[in-house]
């Protein structure tokens, strides 16, 4: 898309009344297999590009009829939601209530600027087991869906008591790789959704950390996997459309 198609999105956006979304009702849940874009704090991800990757996640969901998620950056959640018509997950929140909390993200303020939900206690930006518990039964009260980041096979399971929206593995070690867990570390993927589902039958499992293609995605899903949460792989891919074509291949 062209840098004028991209600012005439913008000002759609701009003029669409925040918190409105023109995504998908709040707390419905995804349809699965599901791709999660975390765009992180890239530089490939801010201002207009942010945009334009939200855009392309929407098209290509839209023309391959799978579900794909974006976690744009914080500061554009409102406007990306207001814009593109697919799930948009906060990249975090903090364990609070509305107040007197300077420079924090509260679930009422994801949920007025129109997100479905939000990535909980990321490997990048982890919480204490407490506050994991706060997020998540505030957010299910508030109709928001909870992806929550573990690390390993123990740390999953201990969330899932927690019974969030869905589960994320992801080996930290693997991160910014490009190495999938789905191919380097299939058992983590594997014994998470197994030991996971033990716990709580309807949760989703996601598995993350390395995945940029195809393969990587059909390996997740083969494991058991509901899906997968991603960022470099199309955020520093030189063609996200491409990058993000590739992995919707291997749902
Ligand atoms: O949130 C997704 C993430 O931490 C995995 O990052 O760059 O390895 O896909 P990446």
Do not use: W
Not at 136 to 145: G, I, Q, R, W, Y
Not at 171 to 193: F, H, M, R, W, Y
């Amino acid at each position: 898309m062209d840098m004028m198609a991209v600012e005439g999105r913008r000002e759609e956006g701009m003029g669409i009344e925040i918190g409105t979304g023109t995504g998908m009702g709040m707390g419905e849940k995804i349809e699965t297999p599901v791709i999660v874009l975390n765009v992180k704090a890239y530089a490939e991800s801010m201002g207009e590009k942010g945009f334009e990757l939200a855009e392309i996640c929407e098209e290509v969901a839209d023309e391959k009829g799978i579900s794909i998620a974006i976690c744009p950056q914080q500061v554009e959640l409102a406007l990306i939601a207001s814009m593109v018509n697919i799930p948009c997950f906060a990249q975090h929140v903090d364990a609070i209530e509305p107040g007197s909390h300077t420079g924090s993200v509260t679930l009422e303020t994801i949920k007025e600027a129109g997100a479905t939900g939000s990535l909980v206690n990321h490997s990048e930006h982890r919480l204490k087991i407490a506050e994991i518990d706060f997020i998540v039964k505030k957010a299910a009260s508030l109709n928001l869906l909870t992806i929550v980041c573990t690390n390993n096979i123990a740390v999953s399971k201990a969330v899932a008591e927690l019974k969030p929206y869905a589960i994320a593995v992801e080996p930290p070690e693997l991160i910014g790789t490009g190495k999938a867990v789905s191919k380097v570390d299939p058992g983590i993927v594997e014994d998470t959704v197994k030991e996971v589902r033990r716990v709580d039958e309807g949760s989703v499992v996601l598995c993350g950390a390395g995945v940029t293609n195809g393969e990587d995605v059909r390996a997740a899903i083969e494991l058991g996997a509901d899906g997968v949460l991603l960022a470099s792989g199309v955020v520093k891919a030189k063609d996200p459309r491409a990058a993000l074509l590739d992995l919707v291949s291997g749902v």
